[in-house]
């Protein structure tokens, strides 16, 4: 990489407009163009803005991790601010219809489409196909009998910034019921939501999801060193010796490993002490492997920072927020992600005023296609 890029922040929920101031997955579909057709999209409140360099290069503090303002009302202190609005998603690009695009792809006029549907002799997916029916990207068209190449554009990539607790794992189906993210990211009319990367059960703070599966790709691939920031309370102060070992780079089972910073944070809590790490990868488990490496253990981990983006202060654990434009162009610049991806991304939605949606029983349920079920929740980073 070239240079450094400038962390991002999302401004608190519901704070308004802001002037501006001086974190192994499997094989991924990538996403190719823009929506083929789109709806205006109406005004957004909380857009996402620029911090100020010293602002950005300072980060979340510890502090402000372990105030109690990132807590969920459950779990709130007395005197902890209250919680934030939740988000929903901006209203997804509405389909095109099929006469319309068998008529743009010059089989026909709209309403010679509409007769050889009537007549039954076009079929979406194997089945019949309807008058006024609507189609996406990957739909398989034939007529008569015949496969039809068309043009539909996936949509643009809209990016999640999801605060997970303690106690979730990042997997869609847990075979030992065990609730997951997904359980807590909203309902998608098309496509699915893929974590960037995982967190293990017992780690915490910032988690992205994407529903382009190539800026998954890019954000998690070594080859764009995408820093990822945690938060980490070891049991015993680190020694000089030990922080230059962790520096330089410690043996681990699949390889050298090594911390890009190592900063002292804070008061230490008895025989705890925080510090502020940066590693350039996501293997698994990796922080906590790396510090057990050198005689310590790690007793609470948080990632709060990916890359570009900076844990969403007011961001209360097992909340989302959608990104905007303008953040997950950063994403996509600093992974060197095409323009035909980003093309197009939304802006956030508006507050959310219900509950999300849950899964029966503890068992999270996700939106969209299921996944392959084989093998339970992969390894996560750390």
């Known amino acids: 990489m070239t240079g450094k890029p400038r962390a991002r922040r ?8 802001a002037p501006d101031m001086p974190p192994q997955d499997g094989d991924l579909e990538p996403n190719e163009a823009p929506a083929l057709e789109q709806q205006a999209q109406p005004a957004i409140e909380n857009e996402a803005i620029e911090t100020p360099a010293a602002e950005a290069e300072e980060g979340v503090a510890i502090d402000d991790v372990l105030s109690g303002r990132f807590d969920t009302e ?6 902890a601010p209250a919680a934030p609005p939740k988000r929903v998603l901006a209203p997804q690009a509405e389909q095109p219809k099929l006469h319309k695009v068998l008529a ?24 019949p196909a309807h008058v006024g029916q609507r189609i996406q990207y990957g739909d398989q068209i034939k007529v008569n009998g015949r496969p039809i190449k068309v043009r539909i554009a996936p949509p643009p990539a809209r990016v999640l910034a999801y605060h997970k607790p303690v106690g979730e794992v990042v997997t869609h189906d847990d075979p030992q019921n065990r609730p997951t993210v997904f359980r807590k990211l909203p309902r998608l009319q ?3 939501w893929q974590s960037v990367g995982r967190l293990d059960l017992n780690t915490e703070g910032l988690l992205l999801f994407t529903t382009s599966g190539e800026l998954a790709n890019r954000l998690m691939h070594p080859r764009f060193g995408l ?36 900063a002292e944070e804070g008061q230490s809590e008895g025989a705890n002490q925080w510090y502020r790490v940066t590693i350039a990868e996501g293997r698994n488990r990796e922080v906590r492997r790396m510090i057990e490496s050198v005689g310590h ?13 900076l844990l969403p202060r007011g961001l209360k654990r097992g909340q989302f927020m959608e990104l905007g434009e303008r953040d997950i162009r950063a994403l996509g610049e600093a992974s060197g992600t095409p323009e035909r991806v980003l093309r197009g991304a939304r802006e956030p939605g508006l507050p959310q005023q219900d509950k ?27």
């Open 74 to 79: 459950a779990e709130a202190q007395p005197d």
């Open 104 to 127: 743009q792809a010059g089989m026909g006029s709209r309403l010679e489409m509409e007769q050889l549907i009537l007549e039954g002799r076009i079929s979406v997916n194997n089945q």
């Open 227 to 262: 820093e990822r920031e945690y938060a980490v309370r070891v049991l015993g102060a680190l020694t000089d010796e030990e922080k230059q070992r962790l520096l330089d780079g410690v043996p681990l089972d699949d390889g050298m490993a090594q911390f890009g910073s190592i």
């Open 10 to 17: 999302i401004p608190e929920p519901g704070s308004g407009p």
């Open 356 to 382: 999300p949606r849950r899964g029966r029983g503890d068992r999270g349920r996700a939106s969209g296609p299921r996944p392959n079920r084989a093998g339970g929740p992969a390894p996560a980073e750390a």
């Open 297 to 309: 253990a790690v007793s609470r981990l948080i990632r709060i920072r990916y890359g570009a983006m």
């Open 190 to 192: 098309q496509g699915k």
